[in-house]
């Protein structure tokens, strides 16, 4: 399982619906709103520590905890 590097979401990659690539690295989403907010400033999130998510983003996908 891949995470979400926006909310730290497990995402399954053989069934994700969003996914992008960056400076050759493929990245899964568990909702469009937490794609575009990585395609918005993916330096950022590339490289973030994992369990520091829920910043920033509007999926819906975890409540905005």
Known sequence: MAIDPICDMEVNEKT???TTDYQGK???FCAP???KTF???PAKWANKPAGSGHEGHS???C???
């Open 16 to 18: 994700a619906k969003w």
């Open 26 to 28: 493929r990245y899964y």
């Open 33 to 35: 709103g937490c794609k």
């Open 39 to 41: 395609e918005k400033d």
């Open 59 to 61: 999926c819906g996908c």
């Open 63 to 65: 409540g905005g905890r």
